[in-house]
């Protein structure tokens, strides 16, 4: 074989190196498309597979005394359940100002229910008729 002016040690190591970023790439590849689906306020169709676990993020400002909740009538539970939630703030305290809240779902088995979440402050009995109460529908089918 030819020597090329490139040591077999220099060789063994920048194929080391093209596997491990080929490695990475496959990896963040994959994580992109098997991390959970996120949607926004404004999808309020949501089409998912039976075993999918998506989130909805809402804006959120936790200085202003108001909380999102998932109101009456409630999902399905056969079709749909509640799988936690977390806050992300981009913003400084104590506004939070660009703060958002994942609200996160699991699809149980295949079906369409209701989804309804509600912004609210006392969150009880006629909550959706308090002043600066907000609420956000969803259709989720289950495929």
Do not use: H
């Amino acid at each position: 074989m030819e020597n090329s002016g490139i040591s077999r040690g220099s060789r063994t190591l920048v194929t080391a190196v093209a596997i491990a970023a080929l490695l990475i790439a496959l990896y963040s590849v994959f994580s992109q498309l098997s991390a959970p689906k996120v949607y926004d306020a404004d999808d309020t169709e949501i089409t998912v597979s039976a075993g999918d676990r998506f989130s909805v993020k809402v804006a959120d400002d936790p200085a202003d005394g108001y909380r999102w909740i998932i109101a009456e009538p409630r999902p399905d539970p056969s079709v749909l359940k509640a799988a936690g939630e977390r806050v992300v703030t981009a913003g400084r305290p104590p506004t939070g100002s660009g703060t958002a809240r994942y609200l996160s779902f699991e699809a149980v088995r295949p079906g369409r229910t209701d989804l309804r979440l509600l912004r609210c402050r006392r969150c009880g009995t006629g909550a959706a008729d308090e002043k600066g109460a907000r609420s956000l529908n969803f259709r989720v089918t289950v495929g």
